[in-house]
T-cell receptor, first 115, second 112 residues
Framework: DTEVTQTPKHLVMGMTNKKSLKCEQH?????MYWYKQKAKKPPELMFV???????INESVPSRFSPECPNSSLLNLHLHALQPEDSALYLC??????????????FGDGTRLSIL | QQPVQSPQAVILREGEDAVINCSSS?????VHWYRQKHGEAPVFLMI?????EQKGHEKISASFNEKKQQSSLYLTASQLSYSGTYFC?????????????FGGGTRLMVKP
């Protein structure tokens, strides 16, 4: 079991649906991340939140909307997604946003399929 | 820019050794190593910081040559549990925050 919890584990949605992915950690970490991972590819960074503020947006389309309501919770709101958005979405956290000895702890991910 | 990992895949017999390499064209602060099993989360293995230090955990160790911007992961006397995909993640100057860029991955299979 990982210390970063993601829900749901699987999600199937149509292109017109609105859904949200949820990520929670209770390790007191102040940096949280969203990654997208396609099959047999490395994780690709989407967003970084530092102290509950968005610090990095890697040119992600606006149909993905992140939200960090508090230091333990991270959401990813989805709307009007495309079939190519089907992927594993990973959430991660680290103790502090900066510093070069901070491992990232990953959740098990949400496997998203767009019909 | 994505670091380059080699080899892309390797098959071992239990007890054999392997080396996985990670190279970057950019100056680096650190290199992180993760292992991901199929359908699971990437799991942190270790971080190598500037200074060329070598770190180890049980029979897995790694080194970082900051002059060459290269890191190597050494798996000694491999076990079945070592199977998975290994990713290096690099941190470079001017990155905002703790931003990792992952290499393409090395798929390792250990057979009995």
């Amino acid at each position: 079991d990982t210390e970063v919890t993601q829900t749901p584990k699987h999600l199937v949605m149509g292109m017109t649906n609105k859904k949200s992915l949820k990520c929670e950690q209770h390790m007191g970490h102040r940096a949280m991340y969203w990654y997208k991972q396609k099959a047999k590819k490395p994780p690709e960074l989407m967003f970084v939140y530092s102290y509950e503020k968005l610090s990095i947006n890697e040119s992600v389309p606006s149909r993905f909307s992140p939200e960090c309501p508090n230091s333990s919770l991270l959401n990813l709101h989805l709307h009007a997604l495309q079939p190519e958005d089907s992927a594993l979405y990973l959430c991660a956290s680290s103790q502090i946003p900066t510093g070069r000895n901070q491992p990232q702890h990953f959740g098990d991910g949400t496997r998203l399929s767009i019909l | 820019q994505q670091p380059v990992q080699s080899p892309q895949a390797v098959i071992l017999r239990e007890g054999e050794d392997a080396v996985i390499n990670c190279s970057s064209s950019k100056a680096l602060y650190s290199v992180h190593w993760y292992r991901q099993k199929h359908g699971e989360a990437p799991v942190f293995l270790m971080i190598l910081l500037k200074g060329g230090e070598q770190k180890g955990h049980e029979k897995i160790s790694a080194s970082f040559n900051e002059k060459k911007q290269q890191s190597s992961l050494y798996l000694t006397a491999s076990q079945l549990s070592y199977s998975g995909t290994y990713f290096c993640g690099t941190e470079a100057p001017n990155n905002a925050g703790n931003m990792l860029t992952f290499g393409g991955g090395t798929r390792l299979m250990v057979k009995p």
